[in-house]
């Protein structure tokens, strides 16, 4: 069982919504990365997605846009954040860490290359946003083969087919897009969002995440009524900028620890 399968089998036995929290890898700075992701999992985080910094993030809002900037400008690629996915595992071995990211950076220095990278320093998976399903099961099998999930995103547009091929190919867990756009945009319809979710279960087996628009505490509990997780990544990063970078893992921290709460009452 993978590290995802096994945080999600546990958190379904405590009856516990999980929390998957984002950041992007070298933002605000390389030798922050690692602090901060220390200081999700002290909030609260259950699953961490590490992104990959990209210079045309298309699914991206300007908030993590512009991370990928700040990330890009100090020369952050893909090897950089396999190194500190190592860096991590050296004091934590049990939190889930997803790469999240696109197609190129992976397709430059090549999918096997990508799939033993990961291996090797503990990486648990990948989302990768321009992978098609329908386009994706040789990599999903390789991955799969590594023991490493596939996590695909379904949005609110997704016909039944696209579901049904999710449910085949990913693994781990599924992501929800909650809205019809890029992250950090709009409010959530909760009801929506239910309804969706129902018609996805008939597909899919996996725990389903929802994210793209869960900014506070008040909407990760109103969609944690209906999901197995929360993923939350345009906010955390707003707490970032917000902060000097000495104090943005303590500001991180607490933000985290407050939407832990929300889900735990």
């Known amino acids: 069982m993978s590290r995802i399968a096994q945080t999600f089998a546990a958190l379904k036995e405590q009856n516990k919504t999980g929390l998957v929290t984002f950041i992007t890898a070298g933002d605000p ?26 210079s045309d993030p ?5 908030v993590i846009q512009r991370a990928c900037e700040r990330a890009l ?14 860096e991590f595992r050296q004091t934590n ?33 990948a989302i990768v946003v321009d992978y098609p399903p329908e386009e994706c099961e040789e990599f999903a099998g390789k991955m799969r083969a ?15 087919a696209r579901i049904a091929q999710v449910a085949k190919v990913g ?9 019809k756009g890029v992250t950090g945009a709009g409010n959530i319809d909760t009801a929506q969002v239910a309804e969706r979710i129902a018609a996805i279960r008939q597909h899919v087996s996996l725990p389903i995440g929802v994210g793209f628009g869960i ?11 209906v999901a197995d997780a929360v993923v939350i990544g345009s906010r955390v990063i707003q707490e970032i900028e917000a902060s000097t970078p000495e104090n943005a893992p303590a500001a991180v921290q607490g933000f985290v620890a407050g939407i832990r709460r929300a889900l735990d009452e």
Do not use: C, W
Request: glycine share 10%; charged share 15%.
């Open 29 to 54: 700075s390389p030798a922050l990365t690692v602090p901060l992701l220390h200081a999700l999992v002290a909030g609260g985080a259950d699953v961490l997605e590490l992104g990959v910094p990209f």
């Open 58 to 62: 298309m699914a991206e809002g300007p």
């Open 73 to 86: 400008a100090q020369g952050v690629g893909i090897r950089h954040v396999f190194e500190h996915v190592r």
């Open 93 to 125: 071995q049990t939190t889930p860490v997803v790469l999240m990211g696109y197609a190129n950076p992976i397709e430059r220095i090549g999918v096997d290359a990508f799939i033993a990278a990961s291996k090797e320093v503990g990486a648990d998976g």
């Open 146 to 160: 590594a023991g490493l999930d596939v996590i695909f995103l379904l949005a609110p547009t997704s016909t039944d």
């Open 171 to 179: 693994s781990g867990f599924s992501y929800y897009v909650s809205l």
């Open 215 to 225: 900014r506070d505490a008040a909407t990760a509990k109103a969609v944690a009524k």
